[in-house]
C-alpha cells in the first residue's frame, strides 16, 4: 500500500482517490470513518470519539496513526485522549499530509498499523 496524495478534500492511495475521510484497518482494507460515532458528542465539527479510535484499537495494531486534516485541527474528545492514553498501540498523531510519509514507511516496515485519516481542515 503507497498514499500517493493528499489535499483538502481527498486522499489518493495505490491509484484510488477518497474523497470523505477513512479508517486504514490492520489488514490494509481501507473504509469510510463512520462520523456517525463521534456526532453524538459533537456540536459543529464532527470530533474524534472514544467509540471510533475503540473501533481501530480492537484491531490490535502495533501503531495508531492520526491524520488530524490538511492543518492538523480535527478534535478530540478528553474521553478518546484518555483512551489513547492507556493504550498499549504506539499513536502517531500529525497534519494528514505529515503523517501521509510515517504510514508509507510504516507499510514499506509491513507493521501492524491502522490509521484514521481526516482529510479537511
Given at each position: 500500500m503507497r498514499i500517493e496524495k493528499t489535499k483538502f478534500g481527498s486522499i489518493t492511495i495505490d491509484g484510488v482517490t477518497y474523497k470523505q475521510d477513512i479508517y486504514i484497518n490492520v489488514d490494509g482494507s481501507i473504509t469510510t470513518r463512520k462520523?456517525?460515532?463521534?456526532?453524538?458528542?459533537?456540536?459543529?465539527?464532527?470530533?474524534?470519539?472514544?467509540?471510533?479510535?475503540?473501533?481501530?484499537?480492537d484491531q490490535k495494531p502495533d501503531t495508531l496513526v492520526i491524520g488530524?486534516?490538511?492543518?492538523?485541527?480535527?478534535p478530540m474528545s478528553e474521553e478518546?485522549?484518555?483512551?489513547?492514553?492507556?493504550?498499549?498501540?504506539?499513536?502517531?498523531?500529525?497534519?494528514t499530509p505529515v503523517v501521509m510519509h510515517l504510514l508509507n514507511t510504516l507499510f514499506k516496515e509491513k507493521a501492524k498499523v491502522a490509521a484514521i485519516l481526516h482529510l479537511t481542515c
Open positions: 462520523k456517525e460515532l463521534s456526532r453524538p458528542i459533537s456540536k459543529g465539527h464532527t470530533v474524534l470519539g472514544p467509540l471510533e479510535i475503540q473501533l481501530l484499537l488530524q486534516g490538511q492543518r492538523g485541527i480535527l478518546s485522549k484518555k483512551l489513547l492514553e492507556e493504550s498499549k498501540a504506539i499513536l502517531l498523531m500529525d497534519k
